[in-house]
């Protein structure tokens, strides 16, 4: 299978506690994408990386959150003293942009799902 | 601020008819929007794009039409079936931006 995958697909945790969640992009892809999706909305976009260099960063981003995406390949994303409003859907996409002029499709992952107790 | 709006949460079709899910955006920058279709418990898959360059793209039994005037955007499913149930997001970018927006989602439910 080469889409993209997400480790674990689901995860239930104290509030306080750190979690953290893998995502593995399609291997040719050069960028990757972290989104948040609650019930009833749409995802929404948290950061995204082009190779190993996180390029942009939503304000839903908390310093408790942070990304990364050492080798350019897969990434994690961290979220430190969960807190009952982090439980949601996060979801990984990732997609190639070779030059500038290139639309591009992003692929998602099957998300993880998170439960803060 | 939601600039990507799907107003109709539902919407139930009989197998056989046309399904036509809506989209409006607020955002006159957005030049690219696509389609994606999600099953419970997986996560969205693509299905179908356009760039703001065009008013129409066809893919199969697949149709989007942008009407940029009216800031509005429409899936044609035709004919529906059964497996097309499922909720259907639309997005939209503005290129070359790197953010996804997203509507909130349309539940079509094909009936056999």
């Known amino acids: 299978d080469t889409g993209v995958s997400q480790n674990p697909r689901h995860k239930i945790t104290k509030r306080g506690q750190n979690v953290t969640f893998r995502c593995d992009p399609i291997s040719e892809h050069n960028r990757l994408y972290w989104y948040r999706q609650t019930l009833g909305q749409g995802p929404e976009f948290l950061t995204y990386f082009q190779n190993e260099a996180q390029l942009e960063k939503s304000r839903l981003l908390s310093d408790r959150f942070s990304a990364e995406r050492p080798k350019g390949s897969f990434s994690t994303l961290e979220i430190q003293r969960t807190e009952q409003g982090d439980s949601a859907m996060y979801l990984c996409?990732?997609?190639?942009?070779?030059?500038?002029?290139?639309?591009?499709?992003?692929?998602f992952g099957p998300g993880t799902r998170l439960l803060v107790l | 601020d939601q600039q990507v709006k799907q107003n109709s949460p539902s919407l139930s079709v009989q197998e056989g008819r046309i399904s036509i899910l809506n989209c409006d955006y607020t955002n006159s920058m957005f030049d690219y929007f696509l389609w994606y279709k999600k099953y419970p418990a997986e996560g969205p898959t693509f299905l179908i794009s356009?760039?703001?360059?065009?008013d129409k793209n066809e893919d199969g039994r697949f149709t989007v039409f942008l009407n940029k005037s009216a800031k509005h955007l429409s899936l044609h499913i035709v004919p529906s079936q059964p497996g097309d149930s499922a909720v259907y997001f639309c997005a939209a970018s503005d290129f070359p931006g790197n953010q996804f927006y997203f509507g909130t989602g349309t539940s079509l439910t094909v009936i056999p």
């Open positions: 356009i760039s703001s360059i065009k």
């Open positions: 996409a990732s997609s190639t942009r070779l030059r500038t002029s290139d639309q591009e499709t992003q692929y």
